[in-house]
T-cell receptor, first 110, second 112 residues
Framework: KAGVTQTPRYLIKTRGQQVTLSCSPISGHRSVSWYQQTPGQGLQFLFEYFSETQRNKGNFPGRFSGRQFSNSRSEMNVSTLELGDSALYLC?????????FGPGTRLTVL | GENVEQHPSTLSVQEGDSAVIKCTYS??????FPWYKQELGKRPQLIIDIRSNVGEKKDQRIAVTLNKTAKHFSLHITETQPEDSAVYFC???????????FGTGTRLQVTL
């Protein structure tokens, strides 16, 4: 099976802009979770989607949002970007067992 | 919510020695405990996981132990090799496909 894919791999944005990241899960995986990884805060859970519904949510402001499509692909959006949003954004997908991570999208906010 | 503490933050061992990384968690509802290895510039990769109905699990040179009463779990790597050098993360979750709460990571360096 093909692994988890994320696009784009790298993004550079300026403060105030918005960004949309995409995650395509392993075939058959219906759960998609998003994580933010930074040197200071480590790996932090953003949200999880299952069957197009948000099932869990972390402690991030409302500027961070997501959605899931009927084919289980997921997108996350960050509006009004701040310098502190610079991070590696990872998605992880799961059937009913282990979570498998994608390669991540490296977002730099200038 | 869940809080996971991980120690040590850095660990240096000589090739062939054993390495032990320890984690504690706070939420007694957590029942799934995976360990991920992340090499520089790469994605986290699962190396072993354990569920609350099991006290120990082993896979070749890697083993994990879980003490639910004390709320701690540990990763043991025996006969370490240079390719074991990476950052290791523990995590805890109330189920196998929901929110993972991660520890802060342990940078393991295996020296020749």
């Amino acid at each position: 099976k093909a692994g988890v894919t994320q696009t784009p791999r790298y993004l550079i944005k300026t403060r105030g802009q918005q960004v949309t990241l995409s995650c395509s899960p392993i075939s058959g995986h219906r759960s998609v979770s998003w994580y933010q990884q930074t040197p200071g805060q480590g790996l932090q859970f953003l949200f999880e989607y299952f069957s197009e519904t948000q099932r869990n949510k972390g402690n991030f402001p409302g500027r961070f949002s997501g959605r899931q499509f009927s084919n289980s692909r997921s997108e996350m959006n960050v509006s009004t970007l701040e310098l502190g949003d610079s991070a590696l954004y990872l998605c992880a997908t799961s059937a009913s067992d282990t979570q498998y991570f994608g390669p991540g999208t490296r977002l730099t906010v200038l | 919510g869940e809080n996971v503490e991980q120690h040590p933050s850095t660990l240096s061992v000589q090739e062939g020695d054993s390495a032990v990384i320890k984690c504690t968690y706070s939420d007694s509802a957590s029942n799934y405990f995976p360990w991920y290895k992340q090499e520089l510039g790469k994605r986290p990769q699962l190396i072993i996981d354990i569920r609350s109905n099991v006290g120990e699990k082993k896979d070749q040179r890697i083993a994990v132990t879980l003490n639910k009463t004390a709320k701690h779990f540990s990763l043991h790597i025996t006969e370490t090799q240079p390719e074991d050098s990476a950052v290791y993360f523990c995590a805890a979750s109330p189920s196998t496909a929901s929110k993972l709460t991660f520890g802060t990571g342990t940078r393991l360096q295996v020296t020749l």
